[in-house]
């Protein structure tokens, strides 16, 4: 008798345990992070209305000098206002030119004509533009192009301590252990359908992971592009499985990471 006493409470005990280790972000079974590049109208005009009226939030990575952040700032102030969140994803946008389907970065903008104290000095300048806007202190931020390097040296950690985390565009999932906060990966989306995307979201509850979206334009002004509609179903989805979904801005999900790491150590 006693003997089966115990098998069941260590039964019980495996049960809890893994039910748990399947709830490992924030009590969900993912987290899934919507983020919009680049400052576009767009963004402000078709984006954040659908994300409020399901009472979602998302993260806007924002090129101060963009024509869509500097001729918008009350409305980039409302909507940080309303909890979405205002990354940096610097001054001026540069890239690296020389790499492949690059013809279009001019030679001002090129981040090889760039000294790495420019490049931090310009960085830190986003900062400050964001903080005028939202009055925060802390930052993400999200590499322009993908590029980490200037003339071939990784500007990473020379930025690491302006920020709590940093956005790739390698197309990866994390898990809540994934070290480098600094490399989180995304998925980049252009033309995807909405079943597509939702096809990445249960993945993500599958694996238990973070996945972080990566939209540019959405219903246009942009060559990578997702269609209203897609948009719309894809949000839809996260909103009616919210029960098992963190949807949350980035430097909520990867404030969570480290803290988790911290407690782990
Ligand atoms: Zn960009």
């Keep these: 008798m006693r003997c089966n006493l115990s098998a069941i409470i260590i039964g019980i005990t495996l049960l809890s345990f893994s039910a748990s280790a399947q709830k490992n972000w924030n009590n969900k079974k993912c987290a899934v992070v919507l983020t919009y590049d680049d400052a576009l109208n767009v963004h402000l005009d078709n984006v954040i209305p659908v994300l409020d009226s399901l009472g979602l939030k998302g993260t806007f990575y924002l090129s101060a000098y963009f024509p869509g952040s500097k001729n918008r700032l009350s409305d980039w102030k409302k909507a940080a206002a309303n909890g979405h969140e205002l990354g940096n994803h610097t001054l001026f946008h540069p890239c690296i030119g020389k790499s492949k389907g690059r013809s279009w970065v001019r030679k001002e903008r090129d981040l090889d004509n760039y000294s790495m104290e420019r490049l931090v000095e310009e960085i830190r300048m986003t900062n400050v533009f964001l903080q005028a806007l939202?009055?925060?202190?802390?930052?993400?931020?999200?590499?322009?192009?993908?590029?980490?390097?200037?003339?071939?040296?990784?500007?990473?950690?020379?930025?690491?301590?302006?920020?709590?985390?940093?956005?790739?565009?390698?197309?990866?999932?994390?898990?809540?252990?994934?070290?480098?906060?600094?490399?989180?990966?995304?998925?980049?989306?252009?033309?995807?359908?909405g079943e597509e995307m939702i096809k990445l979201v249960k993945e993500?509850?599958?694996?238990?992971?973070?996945?972080?979206?990566?939209?540019?334009?959405?219903?246009?002004?942009?060559?990578?592009?997702?269609?209203?509609?897609?948009?719309?179903?894809?949000l839809q989805f996260l909103k009616k499985h919210e029960h098992e979904i963190w949807i949350t801005p980035f430097i909520e999900a990867t404030e969570y990471m480290k803290k988790n790491q911290t407690i782990n150590k």
């Design 134 to 193: 939202d009055g925060k202190t802390k930052r993400t931020f999200a590499y322009p192009c993908g590029d980490m390097t200037v003339n071939d040296s990784s500007y990473v950690n020379n930025i690491s301590n302006d920020f709590v985390s940093a956005r790739g565009v390698e197309g990866r999932m994390s898990s809540i252990n994934d070290a480098n906060l600094f490399a989180i990966g995304s998925y980049m989306i252009n033309g995807q359908s």
């Design 204 to 234: 993500a509850i599958k694996n238990n992971s973070l996945l972080v979206f990566l939209f540019h334009g959405v219903g246009g002004e942009h060559d990578l592009n997702v269609s209203l509609p897609a948009h719309r179903q894809l």
